[in-house]
């Protein structure tokens, strides 16, 4: 019974950790490592998930999700967003999601930081440019959120069975 209960929490948190990968506000890989560790404790850290995998899975949490919020950044910084430019990056993922999901967080993002360089005076080279550089470092992002959650559903999956 108790194993029933735990894998559909696990399920829930799987789930939510997916969708967390696409959302912004959400934090997806998070949710997705609170699965395999309530997995984990429940069938005593028996394989896959024993307690060095557990720990692995932690670092590559923490790893992922603090470069979730670099990389953006720095592909902006990297063509020569401002910081409106970042902001507008922002605001435009926040839109991107509730108007055009899923894909709209990186539409969005590169289409907020644009408009935002317009507005500040930039040439539309320049901010084609530092769009271009939120667009490439929020991808990058998202890419790597989703690879570390689809990695901890596949050991999830692979624990129960």
């Not at 997916?18 to 997705?32: D, E, K, R, Y």
């Not at 998202?142 to 690879?147: D, F, G, P, V």
Request: proline letters at 5%.
């Amino acid at each position: 019974m108790l194993l029933v209960i735990v894998t559909i929490i696990g399920i829930i948190f799987i789930i939510s950790g997916l969708i967390g990968c696409i959302i912004p506000a959400v934090p997806g890989p998070p949710l997705s490592f609170v699965a395999i560790l309530i997995v984990a404790m429940a069938k005593n850290f028996e394989e896959p998930l024993t307690s060095s995998m557990i720990l692995i899975m932690a670092f590559i949490t923490v790893v992922v999700t603090a470069l979730d919020y670099i990389v953006p950044l720095a592909g902006a910084k990297k063509y020569g967003a401002s910081k409106w430019g970042i902001w507008g990056s922002v605001g435009g993922m926040i839109l991107g999601i509730v108007f055009f999901p899923p894909l709209g967080i990186i539409v969005g993002a590169f289409l907020g930081a644009v408009a935002v360089e317009l507005l500040g005076g930039k040439q539309t080279k320049d901010a084609l440019k530092a769009g271009w550089g939120v667009f490439v470092g929020t991808l990058l992002g998202t890419i790597l959120k989703l690879t570390a959650s689809f990695y901890m559903t596949y050991l999830f999956i692979n624990a129960l069975f």
